[in-house]
């Protein structure tokens, strides 16, 4: 198991996930700054993703698009808040509409990554938080309705069967 | 992006609780009794033509499938469809976990098979 501890700060609303690679830590940061590796672990391998910008500076934004295997596409971005190469990110992660441009009505988490030496290989540490009690409530919400909706989905396929 | 946690956590295991749940008229009569109330489980044992053990069952079928919480006050075990703040906080980084979890499988993965120099780092699609 490469994840070594987590923890979640209920008040807070944060996780710290810590998680330890036999890699060097030149190699972990290609997985974060280069959109085709990022695109291979950052969704599901039932949604995809696919990186269109991927601009790792300061201020810079990454958006990009999961597909559903219904051919759906949900789009996301990432605003740079901070990042040093090859140790640390810090980025607000959010919701995009149909053109890429962030869709500000919608929940955002804010990630940091910090990547630093450890045995022979890299730790990486990464803090996750909810922008808001509101917004954490609302990303429930729609993870009810999803499952609602998965659920119905489920009853149409047996009733067509 | 959340719907990557939604799917990550959706797993079938979850939708069949969930769906299971909604299945039964008494669970989704008990589910609609609780909603801006919230009734002990012996009160809604009373208005059913059942045991008290059975009633209990079918609200542990619909905590489950996290559509109530069992709150313990006094000697009452009261149930509710609008959980508190500490539960939603911890169901949302139960399932922030779980995606990133995922992610760091991935992210495993894909050091144990990829050579660190540039030229073999297989391109995407490579592998589906």
Not at chain 1, 30 to 50: F, V
Not at chain 1, 84 to 110: C, L, Q, R, Y
Not at chain 1, 141 to 149: D, K, S, V
Not at chain 2, 49 to 66: D, I
Request: aromatic content about 6%; overall charge negative.
């Amino acid at each position: 198991m490469s994840v070594t501890s987590v923890d979640k700060d209920f008040d807070r609303l944060t996780l710290t996930l810590i998680a330890d690679f036999d890699a060097p830590i030149e190699r972990v940061w290609q997985l974060w700054a280069d959109p085709r590796q990022l695109e291979r672990w950052w969704g599901p391998p039932s949604h995809p993703a696919t990186v269109e910008n991927h601009d790792l500076t300061p201020g810079g934004e990454i958006t990009y698009f999961m597909t559903s295997p219904e051919g759906e596409k949900y789009r996301g971005w990432w605003r740079v808040a901070s990042v040093s190469p090859p140790k640390s990110i810090e980025f607000t992660d959010g919701f995009a509409n149909d053109d890429g441009t962030p869709n500000v009505d919608m929940p955002t988490t804010t990630v940091r990554m910090q990547l630093s030496q450890h045995d022979r290989g890299s730790r990486m540490e990464l803090r996750s938080v909810f922008d808001s009690r509101e917004h954490m409530e609302q990303l429930l919400h729609m993870g009810a309705a999803e499952g609602l909706r998965q659920a119905v989905g489920q009853m149409d396929a047996l009733l067509a069967s | 992006m959340y719907n990557q946690m939604v799917v990550d956590t959706m797993t079938d295991e979850v939708v069949d609780h969930l769906f299971h749940a909604l299945a039964d008229a008494t669970r989704r009569d008990i589910l609609r009794r609780c909603v801006g109330d919230e009734p002990s489980v012996s009160r809604l044992a009373e208005d059913y033509p059942m045991s008290f053990a059975a009633v209990q069952k079918h609200v542990a079928v619909l905590e489950r499938a996290g559509l109530v919480t069992k709150e313990r006050h006094g000697r009452e075990r009261l149930v509710r469809t609008d959980p508190d703040a500490v539960h939603l906080a911890r169901q949302a980084l139960d399932q922030l976990e779980t995606a990133w979890r995922a992610r760091v499988d991935r992210m495993s993965q894909l050091l144990a098979q990829t050579p660190e120099t540039e030229e073999h780092t297989p391109r995407r699609g490579q592998d589906r």
